[in-house]
């Protein structure tokens, strides 16, 4: 059974940082590229991007492009997402699955609120 957990969320100002971090289970997570997703209220769950097993990251939103990367460790099998000059519409619930095949199976997520 496919299991993700995401954490790390938090409040923070505009212009602050943060690192969300994602954990695995119930498949073979090195094997598998996976990415940070996130859905704001009232808006469909988007890719923001993918790391891959061999380490190379693209991401797929241009609102996130050049604040946002991921990395991963394969030695405890997590997903980073490192979090630069947040803006307030950053605000979302955001989550980890694989990145070109989604399980049916979704974590809870990680809540981000950029305030000031």
């Known amino acids: 059974q496919v299991q993700l957990v995401e954490s790390g969320g938090g409040v923070v100002q505009p212009g602050g940082s943060l690192k969300l971090s994602c954990t695995g289970s119930?498949?073979?997570?090195?094997?598998?590229?996976m990415g940070w997703y996130r859905q704001a209220p009232g808006k469909q769950r988007e890719l923001l991007g993918l790391?891959?097993?061999?380490?190379?990251?693209?991401i797929s939103s241009a609102s996130v492009r050049g604040r946002f990367t991921l990395s991963r460790d394969r030695a405890t099998k997590t997903l980073y997402l490192h979090m630069t000059d947040l803006k307030p519409e950053d605000t979302a619930v955001y989550f980890c699955?694989?990145?070109?095949?989604?399980?049916?199976?979704w974590g809870q997520g990680t809540q981000v609120t950029v305030s000031s």
């Open positions: 699955n694989e990145a070109t095949i989604p399980f049916d199976s």
């Open positions: 119930g498949f073979v997570f090195n094997d598998k590229a």
């Open positions: 790391r891959t097993p061999g380490g190379t990251t693209t």
